[in-house]
């Protein structure tokens, strides 16, 4: 099992994020189980194998819970809530969680290809070698989450608040951060190509001197010695 130390992370460096709060011993149990309860949620379990198509519920529950190489296949769960709950080799590609909740949890080797994360919040949450290509996160709040060696191509990441973000070590092409405040976020670690930001966004942004021209240059903005 990935653990993550609580208020640590595992590159040893960074900011500091509170690890999911899960037991030592989980059931074992499938997707399907969520049905039986009436309120929707699964808790203390662990899924692994598992194919979930086409579902839609509103406001499921998932806690406290472990889920490897599940695959949610074009599901809709408007409102999700997650919280002390580990994602390991999941794929959530073509999904919408619009208006979820996120609460110390991680995702690891994880693809959310074009996944619509739209107007939710994140908070104690990491996100470790996922594809976040083509996926929204569009109108979300994040407080103290990190992005660690990720990829965002086509990735909208507009009208967002952050509060206390990290992104390492990840690639970066044709992300739109347009009306998201990039300020003090260290992107010195990460390939940066063709962003969408305004410059009023990249106020305070930590970069690179070679980031610092290319992004000028996107933005219209001539350097002359």
């Known amino acids: 099992m990935l653990c993550y130390n609580e208020k640590t992370n595992d590159k040893g460096r960074g900011q500091m994020v509170v690890a999911p709060k899960l037991p030592a011993q ?53 409102k999700i809530e ?49 594809d976040l290509s083509l996926a929204t996160f569009a109108n979300g709040s994040f407080k103290n989450v990190q992005f660690i060696n990720c990829r965002f191509i086509d990735t909208d990441l507009f009208d967002c608040k952050f509060v ?20 003090k976020m260290d992107l010195r670690t990460c390939q940066i190509d063709s962003l969408t930001v305004n410059l009023d966004d990249l106020v305070g942004c930590i970069l690179t001197s070679d980031q610092t021209v290319f992004l000028a240059g996107l933005l219209g903005i001539q350097i002359k010695d």
């Open 82 to 130: 997650f919280s002390d709950s580990q994602f390991e080799n999941c794929d959530f590609s073509n999904s919408v969680f619009t208006e979820a909740s996120c609460i110390r949890t991680v995702f690891k080797d994880c693809k959310l290809l074009g996944l619509d994360f739209s107007g939710s919040y994140f908070g104690e949450v990491v996100f470790d070698s996922c």
């Open 164 to 183: 206390k973000v990290e992104i390492l070590d990840s690639q970066l092409i044709k992300t739109n951060f347009t009306g998201t405040s990039l300020r």
């Open 26 to 78: 989980l059931t074992e149990a499938n997707f399907t189980d969520i049905y039986l309860d009436e309120y929707h949620s699964l808790f203390q379990v662990m899924i692994s194998q598992d194919i979930i198509q086409e579902d839609e519920i509103y406001k499921p529950d998932l806690s406290q819970s472990l889920f490897k190489a599940v695959t949610f296949d074009q599901v809709a769960f408007h």
